[in-house]
């Protein structure tokens, strides 16, 4: 597995949904992708969270039963987008301004553009010296 690349969660409820965005990314992006239920990041320790370099999580209509998953997040510093199917979260989630919100079914470069803009930059490997 190649660390240098960055690593995207798709927390997503619907599988073929998350495949979906996986496809759309990889097909914009060299990137590694994992793909799981919102809940189960609720079971990932810090260190793991720490190795995110974007998760875009799915929001139900009722954000605030994941408003805890959101603070725990946003405080291991994962940078996120948001993901969701209704119009109920057009300008974003209360209490979450500047995190951008991509609408379900996905436009592939709305998304993609998306992803880029907030994804961790990660130091490069350092470049091969060739000698003369």
Same mark, same amino acid.
């Given at each position: 597995?190649?660390? %240098?690349?960055?690593? +995207?969660?798709?927390? @997503?409820?619907?599988?073929?949904?998350?495949?979906?965005?996986?496809?759309? +990314?990889? #097909?914009? $992006?060299?990137?590694?992708? !994992?793909?799981? &239920?919102?809940?189960?990041?609720?079971?990932? *320790?810090?260190?793991? $969270?720490?190795?995110?370099?974007?998760?875009?999580? *799915? =929001?139900?209509? @009722? #954000?605030?039963? +994941?408003?805890?998953?959101?603070?725990?997040?946003? #405080?291991?510093?994962?940078? $996120? =987008? %948001?993901?969701?199917? !209704? *119009?109920?979260?057009?300008?974003? +989630?209360?209490?979450?301004?500047?995190?951008? =919100?991509?609408?379900?079914? %996905? *436009?592939? @470069?709305?998304?993609?553009?998306? =992803? &880029?803009?907030?994804?961790?930059?990660?130091?490069?490997?350092?470049?091969?010296?060739?000698?003369?």
């Amino acid at each position: 597995m190649d660390h %240098f690349l960055p690593h +995207i969660v798709i927390a @997503e409820r619907e599988f073929l949904i998350a495949l979906d965005a996986e496809y759309l +990314i990889k #097909a914009a $992006l060299d990137c590694r992708i !994992t793909l799981l &239920r919102p809940e189960q990041l609720d079971q990932w *320790d810090d260190a793991a $969270l720490a190795q995110i370099d974007l998760c875009l999580l *799915d =929001v139900p209509l @009722e #954000a605030r039963r +994941i408003m805890p998953r959101i603070e725990r997040l946003m #405080a291991a510093g994962v940078p $996120l =987008v %948001f993901t969701t199917i !209704t *119009d109920s979260h057009p300008d974003g +989630i209360a209490g979450f301004p500047g995190i951008s =919100v991509a609408r379900k079914p %996905f *436009d592939g @470069e709305a998304l993609a553009g998306l =992803v &880029r803009g907030r994804l961790r930059q990660k130091p490069q490997p350092p470049a091969e010296e060739t000698q003369n």
